[in-house]
């Protein structure tokens, strides 16, 4: 059975500082991957896919980066972060072409004060 | 520009009463429509979900009713269960735009013993 796990579960991070949150997926060779930022009660708003290794495409800028080194692991960064990046981050895998079947993550919640 | 709009945002139903969230769209290349339901500080799970060319789709308690024309959709929980308080969220992909898939703003759903 395939696997998704987030680290760190939550984080709390001073406006300004580096960032780096992560994802890995067990049991799924090359699956596609995503990030998604969520408000607290909002809607939830799609960062990034990766089809493959090496290759991430962005679809908000909102000053974060994302990059996939391995097939399994998929890391979200920002050298500087702004209040305006609190919020729920998820990541997701699925298993065909595109995202209809999304297999998310436990998130992880960060709080920039 | 909300995609994807659901209504209401919040509801509350007694325990074996039917619940009704609605959700409507813009994009008529929207093909596929999934539900996530979420509970609190955990990731969206796939609920049930429709193609356009369906007008219907049960999965035990849970049925989408699609109206194409209208470009809406309902999702149905009969016999509403405290266990089913979550918030629930509409979503819609393209065929041309298989890379992302758009979420509505959640309804969030209360089941009252």
């Known amino acids: 059975a395939q696997t998704i796990h987030q680290w760190p579960v939550a984080e709390i991070k001073a406006v300004g500082s580096p960032l780096s949150l992560g994802c890995t997926i067990k049991?799924?060779?090359?699956?596609?991957l995503y990030w998604y930022w969520q408000a607290t009660g909002g809607t939830l708003q799609q960062l990034f896919y990766?089809?493959?290794?090496?290759?991430v495409e962005s679809v908000v800028q909102l000053n974060l980066s994302a990059s996939r080194p391995k097939d399994d692991q998929f890391i979200l960064s920002t050298e500087k972060l702004l209040l305006s990046h609190s919020g729920f981050y998820l990541c997701?895998?699925?298993?065909?072409?595109?995202?209809?079947?999304?297999?998310f993550g436990e998130g992880s919640k960060l709080t920039v004060l | 520009q909300q995609q994807v709009r659901q209504s209401p945002q919040s509801l509350t139903v007694w325990e074996g009463e039917t619940a009704i969230l609605n959700c409507s769209y813009e994009?008529?290349?929207?093909?596929?429509f999934p539900w996530y339901q979420q509970f609190p500080g955990e990731g969206p799970a796939l609920l049930i979900a429709?193609?356009?060319?369906?007008d219907k789709k049960e999965d035990g308690r849970f049925t989408i009713f699609f109206n194409k024309r209208e470009k809406k959709l309902s999702l149905h929980i009969t016999d509403s269960q405290p266990g089913d308080s979550a918030t629930y969220f509409c979503?819609?992909?393209?065929?041309?735009?298989?890379?992302?898939?758009?979420f509505g703003q959640g309804t969030s759903l209360s089941v009252v013993p």
């Open positions: 997701a895998w699925s298993p065909g072409l595109g995202p209809g079947q999304l297999y």
């Open positions: 049991g799924k060779s090359s699956p596609n």
């Open positions: 990766s089809i493959t290794v090496g290759q």
């Open positions: 994009n008529s290349a929207f093909d596929y």
């Open positions: 429709i193609r356009s060319v369906s």
């Open positions: 979503a819609a992909i393209s065929p041309s735009s298989f890379s992302k898939l758009v």
